[in-house]
């Protein structure tokens, strides 16, 4: 396998989780590139399901380095008790799990503001965030007011942590919340880094030095392309970049280390959060995928907001992404529709949109030009090739591939190991 970059084609929760774990078989290394514990990869095998926030996929196969990588914001708390939750469903960890050491951190106080901020935004501001405190976090690291995992093992720590505190709890007076307590918040990082220092390493050596010897690398990215900060639905985004670009900065591997882009898309499209959602289904339709799909949040349990497929965000994403392939997951999930609509160009103020506006407001008046393709009404959970599958339901694959100008590299048409199978890699 050469080295494949996977990423999110949608507003995330595509399925990356499953692909990235389909993949890790013939993968040495997987590194997570961005994000922090606001997202969440559900995996089932067998009859275990497993939902990861910040480990890598990989870390279910016996034997797999697993990196998390400069990029992401690690909440410190969350990945021992992530750390602690797979040692108990005896998968260890220790020795093949590395944490950057210039990652940043998520710390209480940036939760705090996270939620502070969100409940004080006017009715259409809010971001839907997961109040997680990830852009705090990121928002500190630009301002440079950001502590990483390696400033955690300095035995100097305790003094940055309360008057970091303290320049917070100002912030959070004057937002009519209650302050963060410094000495909790300083206990809490003590025993956190306590436990973390054997995984906090300097892992751009160790990945270029993967990566010079042949092995082959697995980049694992979170969220979605229109959720990335600058290519996404601004301002209903997340604080990091998502997009294959994010990729090299978040590992520090050169871009000659990625040799494949592998695009993920669900056979319609869901987003959680605020911002505008083109072919959004307020409608038992769109109660349907939701129920017949399993639409709710691997961090936060929320509905996901449900819709037809958008070949207009697919384009963009393969085009911002460079895709080489796609992973198509959930097929499934359409088996019992008569008829199934594809958006293929939007119509907003006397315009046809052929690509997705830069502007939400914009975005937010688009109205979908839908295409519609006969359903299958019959099972393809269960199937292994495509050649298998109903002939209405190759149909509709192809016509996403067509309509996007990307092949199909993966399918997926369910959410066991079993139910995905290679195409075209």
């Not at 080295?3 to 949608?10: F, S, V």
């Not at 990729?247 to 993920?264: D, I, Y």
């Amino acid at each position: 396998m050469p080295n494949t970059l996977l990423m999110g084609a949608q507003w995330g929760d595509e399925g990356k989780g499953k692909i990235v774990d389909y993949l890790s078989r013939d993968a040495d290394v997987v590194v997570r590139y961005q994000g922090g514990s606001n997202a969440g990869h559900t995996i089932e095998i067998g009859a275990e399901r497993y939902v990861l926030h910040l480990v890598p996929s990989g870390i279910l196969y016996p034997g797999k380095t697993c990196v998390i990588g400069n990029g992401l914001v690690v909440d410190p708390t969350a990945l021992v008790k992530e750390i602690k939750d797979l040692i108990a469903r005896d998968i260890a960890p220790a020795g093949r799990l590395h944490v950057s050491d210039r990652a940043q951190v998520v710390l209480p106080y940036h939760k705090a503001l996270d939620a502070a901020r969100e409940k004080r935004s006017a009715a259409g501001a809010k971001i839907g965030t997961t109040q997680r405190g990830i852009g705090p976090a990121y928002a500190d690291k630009a301002s440079r007011l950001g502590l990483r995992m390696g400033d955690l093992l300095d035995p100097g720590v305790a003094d940055v942590l309360r008057t970091r505190t303290t320049e917070k709890n100002r912030l959070l007076a004057d937002m009519g919340t209650d302050p963060v307590d410094a000495d909790a918040v300083i206990r809490e990082m003590r025993e956190a880094a306590a436990y973390l220092c054997p995984y906090v390493t300097d892992t751009v050596p160790l990945l270029n030095a993967a990566w010079r010897q042949g092995r082959t690398i697995l980049f694992e990215g979170a969220q979605g392309t229109m959720l990335d900060i600058d290519f996404g639905t601004y301002p209903f985004v997340t604080s990091s970049n998502p997009t294959s670009g994010g990729a090299c900065v978040g590992t520090g591997l050169p871009p000659q280390a990625v040799q494949r882009v592998l695009g993920v898309v669900k056979a319609y499209t869901t987003r959680v959060g605020e911002g505008p959602f083109p072919t959004e289904l307020n409608d038992p339709t769109g109660e349907h995928l939701r129920q017949r799909g399993r639409e709710f949040g691997a961090t936060t349990g929320r509905p996901r907001r449900c819709g037809w497929f958008d070949a207009v965000v697919a384009r963009y994403s393969a085009m911002v992404n460079g895709i080489d392939r796609w992973a198509v997951t959930k097929l499934d999930v359409l088996d019992d529709f008569e008829t199934i609509r594809v958006c293929v160009a939007y119509e907003a103020d006397g315009r046809r949109f052929e690509t997705v506006p830069a502007s939400s407001a914009v975005l937010q008046r688009c109205k979908p030009v839908y295409r519609d393709f006969p359903g299958w009404k019959a099972t393809t959970s269960g199937f292994t090739r495509l050649e298998d599958l109903p002939a209405n339901a190759r149909a509709y694959v192809k016509a996403l591939c067509d309509l996007t100008g990307v092949p199909l590299g993966v399918l997926s048409v369910g959410p066991q190991r079993a139910s995905t199978f290679v195409v075209d890699l």
